[in-house]
């Protein structure tokens, strides 16, 4: 059964930092993994999504990676600010499902002060 | 609007009674899923609905639990008899999807927020 971790479970930063988030998950024969963003009381926004063949994705300040082998990503946030407190969670699409089934890590409470 | 809706995006109920939450996918969209996120705990797959094909109910945890769409639009995710722990915050996600191919992104509505007393 796969099982997506995500540490640490919070995170609280000065505004400018720049800082590492990481997830992990245990069977590596997945099709995808996303990043997304919660805010609370709101649904999720995809942030970065990587193919099981790419290694990294970037987005403005975002970067994430993949190592699809040691079942390791990690989600790079770069110059940080106050807008970017949320909640962050990444999750894995299974293969051979016939669908986007998605496993989600419990997620990584963000909180940048100004 | 847009985006994904669901309604009421909060519900208080006593334990025992049904709920029905409903969710409007984006038009055009083909597949729709339903999930639950317990506190303290990630999102949990419920059931996924492709066009006109049988839904795969695979994540749904017990008979009280179903699901319905009609086509390519709204669907109602109905919890009978609830118990305390049925609170959560159900979420709905849409996407444009053909069977077997997981590329699309999903896009999920605010939930609904359940509160069973």
């Known amino acids: 059964k796969q099982e997506v971790t995500q540490i640490p479970a919070a995170l609280s930063v000065p505004e400018g930092e720049n800082l590492v988030l990481n997830c992990s998950f245990t069977?590596?024969?997945?099709?995808?993994l996303q990043w997304f963003r919660q805010d609370p009381g709101k649904g999720l926004t995809s942030l970065l999504l990587?193919?099981?063949?790419?290694r990294e994705q970037t987005s403005g300040r975002l970067n994430a990676s993949l190592d699809k082998s040691s079942g390791r990503s990690t989600l790079y946030i770069a110059a940080s600010q106050p807008g970017d407190s949320a909640t962050y969670l990444c999750?894995?699409?299974?293969?051979?499902?016939?669908?986007?089934?998605?496993?989600f890590g419990t997620g990584t409470r963000l909180l940048v002060s100004p | 609007g847009a985006g994904v809706s669901q309604s009421p995006s909060n519900k208080v109920t006593e334990k025992g009674k049904d709920v029905e939450l409903r969710c409007d996918p984006i038009?055009?969209?083909?597949?729709l899923y339903w999930y639950r996120q317990r506190l303290g705990q990630g999102l949990e797959f419920l059931i996924y609905?492709?066009?006109?094909?049988?839904?795969?109910k695979s994540g749904l945890p017990s008979d009280r639990f179903s699901a319905e769409r009609t086509g390519e639009s709204v669907s109602t995710l109905t919890i009978q008899r609830t118990q305390q722990e049925d609170s959560a915050v159900y979420l709905c996600?849409?996407?444009?999807?053909?069977?077997?191919?997981?590329?699309?992104?999903?896009?999920f509505g605010d939930g609904t927020r359940l509160s069973i007393l």
């Open positions: 996600a849409s996407s444009f999807s053909r069977q077997g191919t997981s590329n699309q992104p999903q896009h």
């Open positions: 069977d590596s024969a997945i099709y995808n």
């Open positions: 990587i193919q099981s063949s790419q």
């Open positions: 999750a894995v699409t299974l293969m051979n499902t016939g669908f986007q089934k998605l496993v």
């Open positions: 038009s055009g969209h083909t597949a």
């Open positions: 609905f492709q066009g006109n094909s049988a839904p795969d």
